[in-house]
């Protein structure tokens, strides 16, 4: 089976043209993540616009590029159009190859560096987060104060640029990001238990408030899900897009780039989110009632 850049089509009549776009979509992907390419920068590469990438590239989209862009890729970046469109599953003239799985150790000053350019690469893109506690763009500084004390000063202001940085980053118009994480965190925040125990309530009010304030503010480009931690467990992790997912361990990252181990990883989140007691929607007046249980 071979594509006629002439005539633009498969010699096959069989061909599932939504299967073949899904698998164009995970190759552009891969070559995204090795250019560490945003989707402007990639169309302005290949000379299209990026609103006709972004239509290609949009999920479930069974829209495949003309013959003369998939040569551009082709020429640009050194692979085969039976390799972008699947026909074969490696593609020798690909010179850059991207470890499925890589260890990033991080201080915190890093962490944050690596953060911001992972979120700019995948603008445009959907990013979905597990918080390891609180949710960054949530934290009050106060909070913050709190959790960070004992880090050095550099590494707290990395920490709090890091939180104004996320919280700028929602705020664009072109964001799309889901956060899923169990409403236990929150209301051991409002009782003052475990980590927070030594929390006064007056800095935990603040944060309860500010969670509410931002989570109807954001709403819908942000989008809070709230598990049962009883009833489903996940570690810390974020996906971006696409391109990579990055587990948090502390003091590093386990960087995914392999195709197989994002869509897993993607469906663990969709799991998530449909054992979510709660949802977007319905986040704020949660997390009001959790006031009452301040002490």
């Not at 597990?130 to 763009?137: E, H, K, Y």
């Not at 409403?183 to 800095?203: D, F, H, M, T, Y």
């Not at 942000?222 to 598990?227: G, P």
Request: hydrophobic share 40%.
């Amino acid at each position: 089976m071979e594509y006629d850049v002439n005539t633009q089509h498969f010699d096959s009549e069989n061909v599932d043209k939504r299967d073949m776009a899904e698998i164009f979509r995970d190759r552009m992907a891969l070559l995204l993540a090795r250019k560490g390419f945003n989707l402007s920068q990639f169309a302005s590469s290949v000379g299209i616009d990026r609103s006709a990438l972004s239509q290609f590239l949009a999920p479930g989209s069974t829209r495949l590029p003309r013959a003369e862009t998939l040569c551009a890729i082709s020429r640009t970046y050194g692979v085969s159009i039976d390799w972008l469109m699947g026909l074969i599953a490696n593609d020798e003239s690909t010179s850059e190859a991207v470890p499925m799985i890589e260890i990033e150790r991080v201080t915190e000053a890093s962490a944050s560096v690596k953060l911001a350019k992972w979120h700019q690469e995948a603008m445009g893109y959907k990013i979905r987060y597990v918080p390891s506690t609180l949710p960054d763009l949530l934290r009050t500084e106060d909070i913050g104060a709190y959790e960070f004390g004992d880090f050095s000063t550099i590494e707290r202001e990395a920490k709090e640029r890091r939180m104004h940085d996320q919280l700028n980053y929602s705020r664009r118009p072109e964001t799309d990001m889901e956060v899923c994480m169990p409403q236990q965190v929150i209301e051991q925040l409002a009782k003052g238990e475990g980590i927070w125990r030594q929390v006064p309530v007056s800095i935990r009010r603040d944060q309860v408030n500010n969670m509410i304030r931002l989570t109807e503010e954001l709403y819908p480009t942000f989008r809070l899900f709230l598990f049962d931690a009883r009833k489903i467990y996940s570690a810390a992790y974020t996906l971006f897009g696409p391109l990579r997912a990055a587990i948090y361990i502390g003091n590093m990252y386990l960087l995914v780039n392999s195709v197989e181990h994002i869509r897993a990883l993607t469906a663990h989140f969709d799991g998530l989110i449909r054992m979510a007691e709660v949802g977007p929607d319905k986040a704020s007046q949660m997390i009001t009632e959790y006031l009452k249980a301040l002490r």
